[in-house]
């Protein structure tokens, strides 16, 4: 994904703002849209890109599904982990560049997920070819960005 340490700095701040089930934006607006298009994903294994605290990765867990949340930021790894262990939903969190995840097995994903993170990969060509390795034949990988034209909201 793009600089760690950059989200490193943040993370707290980012956490604090965004919170356990995420903020407004991404809870009333972005996880809607994201889940509608993924579909029933019960009993599939979804990779959540990017998925920062956790909060998606919960939310796909709390449906049903196999969770793995991957993101750049070990602090950010380090703050969705903490929730796990306080409510446990069998996400595994794991610290990784979305360009390259070697640990993670050809063809072991159903969907795949960038929620609102693609525009903050440095290798975003990189990280497509993983999500190319990385799904399952007639899987579906779902993201949304911003569009350059806005910006991110604040809050």
């Known amino acids: 994904m793009t600089n760690g340490g950059s989200f490193e700095s943040i993370a707290d701040f980012w956490d604090e703002q965004v919170g356990e089930e995420g903020d407004d934006f991404h809870r009333l607006l972005v996880r809607p849209a994201l889940l509608r298009v993924l579909g029933d994903v019960s009993g599939l294994d979804v990779l959540d890109l990017g998925c920062a605290n956790g909060a998606t990765s919960r939310a796909l867990a709390d449906?049903?599904?196999r969770v793995t949340g991957v993101d750049v930021s070990a602090r950010l790894i380090e703050?969705?982990?903490?929730?796990?262990?306080?409510?446990?939903?069998?996400v595994r969190y794991l610290v990784g560049d979305a360009a390259?995840?070697?640990?993670?097995?050809?063809?072991?994903?159903?969907?795949?997920?960038?929620?609102?993170?693609?525009?903050?990969?440095?290798?975003?060509?990189?990280?497509i070819r993983e999500v190319a390795r990385l799904l399952r034949p007639g899987g579906r990988f779902v993201a949304t960005?911003?569009?350059?034209?806005f910006q991110i909201p604040e809050g």
């Open 100 to 127: 390259h995840l070697p640990d993670l097995a050809d063809a072991s994903f159903d969907r795949i997920t960038a929620s609102m993170v693609l525009m903050d990969i440095e290798n975003a060509e990189g990280a």
């Open 63 to 65: 449906l049903g599904a």
């Open 145 to 149: 960005l911003f569009h350059p034209c």
């Open 79 to 90: 703050l969705a982990r903490q929730r796990e262990a306080a409510r446990p939903r069998g």
